[in-house]
């Protein structure tokens, strides 16, 4: 069994941006920019927030951070966007999200310039992840699974796939990207019926469910490979969908949690965020 470290690989991916942004300095005059919007302070999203502007500052990158109390009204948080995707110095936008219940989240995920979404979240980059356009970003956390699956080099193609959660930000698109790759692909949600047997026939398995050990010994089949996407905490300790401990004695290979996909999610941000800049460097996409 070989676990899948995404703590390592993202190491590797940040320092290649590291170097990348330093080749480039001198000829593109200023370093890549990531403007991060937090609304409230959710102290989940502190978490997350602090560890992408962590990365930003290790690969050289300017960010700033808009913390707006939890009071902030949609068209204060509309202009800040507005203003943000004039600002020559910024190449990403990101709004973390949950925002608060009187902010439309959709209104907001449209406002972002599509050219500097690098959520990837924006109709457009999820329309362009759909027929295989290069030039738009791929939301982060499925992005951020492909480039594990690559480093192992895991080959998809023709391989069953169950995917067990259908949000917008993780399950439907890994969901197309697999599809993409010429896997065959069902994805699951709550309301899915005898999904056990569907898991015991899938080679394999990506669980985004935030259901702590949801994914037993005895649903998979020996020699699976199991992307664990779910965060979550179970007295006191962080755990994934998988319950790891049983399922890794199957598993050809296993994502561990935290340590597997978490990492790769922020790695594949900062290389939105570096292909952005590049995009408008070199003249390919306007503000
Ligand atoms: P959502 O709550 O948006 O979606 C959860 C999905 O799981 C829904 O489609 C839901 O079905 C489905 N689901 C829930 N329970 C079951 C069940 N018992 N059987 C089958 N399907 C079920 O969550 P997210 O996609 O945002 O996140 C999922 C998990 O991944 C969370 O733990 C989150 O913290 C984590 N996460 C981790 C990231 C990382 O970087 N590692 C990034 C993003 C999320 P239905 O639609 O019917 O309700």
């Known amino acids: 069994m070989i676990v899948m470290n995404g703590k390592q690989l993202s190491e590797k991916v940040l320092d290649e941006v590291l170097l990348d942004q330093q080749k480039v300095l001198s000829t593109y005059g200023r370093p890549a920019g990531l403007a991060v919007i937090m609304v409230g302070d959710n ?155 569907k898991l015991q026939i899938a080679d394999i398995i990506i669980a985004a469910t935030g259901v702590p050990n949801l994914i037993k010994y005895e649903d998979v089949k020996e020699g699976v490979i199991i992307i664990d996407v779910g965060i979550n905490r179970l007295d006191g300790k962080l755990c994934g969908d998988v319950d790891y401990n049983n399922v890794s004695k199957k598993a050809s290979y296993i994502t561990p949690v935290p340590g597997g996909v978490g990492p790769m999610t922020i790695a594949s941000l900062i290389k939105n965020t570096y292909k952005s800049y590049q995009l408008k460097k070199e003249g390919i996409y306007e503000r």
């Open 43 to 197: 102290p989940a999203s502190k978490v997350y927030v602090a560890n992408k502007i962590k990365a930003c500052n290790f690969v050289g990158f300017y960010s700033i951070t808009h913390q707006l109390v939890e009071s902030t009204n949609e068209t204060e948080l509309l202009s800040l966007i507005n203003k943000l995707n004039n600002d020559d110095t910024i190449d990403g936008i990101l709004v973390q999200l949950p925002l608060p219940k009187h902010i439309n989240e959709l209104k907001v995920i449209n406002a972002i310039s599509p050219s500097k979404d690098v959520d990837g979240f924006h109709p457009i980059n999820i329309g362009k992840m759909l027929i295989d356009d290069k030039t738009g970003f791929l939301p982060c956390t499925p992005y951020g699974i492909l480039q594990i699956l690559d480093e192992y080099k895991i080959d998809v193609k023709g391989k069953d796939v169950v995917i067990v959660g259908r949000s917008n930000i993780v399950g439907k698109p890994i969901s197309i990207m697999l599809i993409q790759r010429s896997a065959t692909v069902q994805v699951c949600n709550s309301n899915t019926k005898n999904i056990n047997e």
